[in-house]
């Protein structure tokens, strides 16, 4: 039994600790990618919703990116301060803020564009086990998120 408890506390023994660490590599292969364009990895991932929805309120991006208004609002103050987006209050329901893509945040998609391509040639892995892994990830990233909602 105590060799049990012992084992269960090993590194090596922590499905959280590879996919923390590999998740760290894998934004490290981003960076210096998104340095050129002066974004920050969060920041990409805000522009990647807003390139596909071109508008969302903080709540809809944050349920998109599984991320809180607390990470989400430094995030678009500085997407904000640097001309990619636009934050305004909605007319209906002044609680609720949306947020939507400016013209210069448009035409930053277009040089993000090659960034996908350049990070997964970093990743060397088969196709298959890439979309196995994918859907592994997203049945977890669901139900840690189910009790959530």
């Known amino acids: ?5 012992e084992n269960s506390l090993l590194l090596r ?15 490290k292969q981003y960076r210096t990618h998104l340095d050129t364009l002066d974004l920050t990895y969060t ?3 805000a522009m990647m919703a807003f390139w596909e929805d071109g508008k969302l309120s903080v709540k ?7 991320l809180d ?3 989400l609002t430094p995030v678009l103050k500085s997407l904000e301060a640097k001309g990619f987006v636009r934050r305004y209050r909605s007319t209906e329901d002044e ?3 949306y947020v939507e893509l400016t013209e210069k945040g448009k035409a930053l998609r277009e040089k993000a564009a090659e960034i996908p391509d350049k990070v997964s040639s970093c990743v060397d892995i088969d196709e298959e086990d890439g ?9 977890i990233l669901e139900k840690l998120t189910q009790d959530k909602n």
């Open 1 to 5: 039994m105590r060799d049990q408890k």
């Open 13 to 27: 023994n922590q499905l959280c600790f590879p996919l923390y660490a590999a998740s760290r590599e894998v934004i």
């Open 43 to 45: 920041q990409y991932i």
């Open 60 to 66: 809809e991006l944050g349920k998109k990116l599984f």
């Open 69 to 71: 208004s607390g990470t």
């Open 95 to 97: 609680r609720v803020l």
């Open 131 to 139: 979309k196995e892994l994918y859907r592994i990830l997203y049945s």
